[in-house]
Structure formats: structure tokens, C-alpha cells
């Protein structure tokens, strides 16, 4: 059975631009429900083991250097097949290949700064939402 939870965050060049509410707006549009928010800075440290994953990647300096870079905002969301359903609503992680009116199309800049980030499984999701939120902060 898979989820109705995914985590998100608005990337630090997408906030800088000032996207943050125009991308709340368009998750909600796509009948994602917020269930936890925080606009927070993630340190260096932070953002390497938030993208543990990647370590030893050819990217993973530049990604965790740019998402410690700035505030970010973080959020749980909430809809029936909520990973799926979501990594198909932000688009492509390169926004130059992401399908017209997804967010990374529409907010992204590149495949580095593209907007949002979306869990990849209903595993992950778990560990990136109490990343960020305890118990209590989820509504
Ligand atoms: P996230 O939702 O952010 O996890 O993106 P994703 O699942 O679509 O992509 P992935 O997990 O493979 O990569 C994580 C992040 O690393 C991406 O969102 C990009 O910001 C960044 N990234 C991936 N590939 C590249 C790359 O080739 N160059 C750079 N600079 N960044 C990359
Ligand atoms: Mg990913």
C-alpha cells in the first residue's frame, strides 16, 4: 500500500525569487493538502546528511553547498499516492525537461536549482518529514 504523505521543500533560489506562496498555491491547487510548514536554513553539515544519499556523486558539493545557501521552506503534504502523485506534479528534476505546467518547469532555473524537492519513496518520505518536523508540528 503506498502513502498519503510526501515531504517537500521550496529550494533557496526559488525562495530568493520570491516563489514561495505562488508554489504553496500550486501544491494546494493540485489537491495537495498542507499538513506541516516551516520556512527554516539548513547548515552544511545538515544538508549533507539530509543528501547522504548522494555522497560521492560528482554534484554533491554543489547540491548541498546551494541548499544550505539560503532559507528553504519545508513542508509535509498530504493526498491518496501522495510520492507518485507528486514527483509527477513538480516534473523532471532537469526544469528544462520537466512537462509544461509542472513546478520545476514553471519555478525551476536549472537542474541544480529546480525548485522543490519531492521524496522519491514512502520510506524516504518518512525519514525526511521527522528530518524536519516532530510529531507535534504535523496537523
Ligand atoms: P529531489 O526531489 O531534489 O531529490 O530531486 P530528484 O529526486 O528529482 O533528483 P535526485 O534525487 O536524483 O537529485 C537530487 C538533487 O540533486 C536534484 O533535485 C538536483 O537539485 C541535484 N542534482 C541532480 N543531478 C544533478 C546534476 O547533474 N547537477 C547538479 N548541479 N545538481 C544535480
Ligand atoms: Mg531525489
Given at each position: ?43 552544511k553539515?545538515?544538508?549533507e ?8 556523486r560528482p554534484f554533491f558539493e554543489e547540491l548541498t553547498s546551494f ?73
Open positions: 500500500m503506498s502513502g498519503n504523505r510526501t515531504y517537500t521543500m521550496i529550494k533557496p533560489t526559488a525562495m530568493r525569487k520570491g516563489y514561495m506562496a505562488p508554489i504553496m498555491n500550486k501544491i494546494v491547487e493540485g489537491g495537495f493538502k498542507i499538513i506541516a510548514a516551516k520556512m527554516t536554513q539548513l547548515s553539515a545538515e544538508a546528511a539530509f543528501y547522504g544519499i548522494h555522497r560521492g541548499m544550505s545557501s539560503g532559507p528553504i521552506m519545508a513542508m509535509v503534504i498530504e493526498k491518496e499516492n501522495a510520492v507518485e502523485a507528486y514527483r509527477n506534479y513538480i516534473g523532471s528534476t532537469n526544469p528544462a525537461e520537466a512537462a509544461e505546467g509542472t513546478i520545476r518547469k514553471m519555478y525551476g532555473t536549472n537542474i541544480g536549482e529546480n525548485a522543490i524537492h519531492g521524496s522519491d519513496s514512502d520510506e524516504n518520505a518518512k525519514i525526511e518529514m521527522s528530518f524536519f518536523f516532530t510529531g507535534r508540528e504535523m496537523f
